[in-house]
């Protein structure tokens, strides 16, 4: 079994910054792409940012109403992804939730499969 696990999260003034963290732990031989996405109350999960796996260039893609505001990036060795937020806005308000393409070994056969963490809330509010 694979989990991830997002942390922190938080209540945080309109122009600040928070850096989210993801850990995935388990049965993690490696992991493909890695993602954050967000739902706001009413809305559907949009994806946020993502990143490719370092075999694959480490490539980055990000939502247009988050380019130049986040960055994402991951430590391989630690099996970890991040997100730094800058110049939050209200609409930024959202629960976050990471997502990895973890490959996994069972009896000799790699197999790759989707896994999302519980979700971290985000709150931009003065």
């Known amino acids: 079994q694979v989990q991830l696990v997002e942390s922190g999260g938080g209540l945080v003034q309109p122009g600040g910054s928070l850096r989210l963290s993801c850990a995935a732990s388990?049965?993690?031989?490696?992991?493909?792409?890695m993602g954050w996405y967000r739902q706001a109350p009413g809305k559907q999960r949009e994806l946020v940012a993502i990143i490719s796996s370092s075999i694959s260039g480490g490539r980055t893609n990000y939502a247009d109403s988050v380019k130049g505001r986040f960055t994402i990036s991951r430590d391989n060795a630690k099996n970890m992804v991040y997100l730094q937020m800058n110049s939050l806005k209200p609409e930024d308000t959202a629960v976050y939730y990471c997502?990895?393409?973890?490959?996994?070994?069972?009896?000799?056969?790699?197999?790759?499969?989707?896994?999302w963490g519980q979700g971290t809330q985000v709150t931009v509010s003065s």
């Open positions: 388990g049965s993690v031989f490696s992991i493909n792409a």
């Open positions: 997502n990895g393409n973890v490959v996994s070994v069972n009896a000799g056969l790699a197999y790759a499969q989707d896994y």
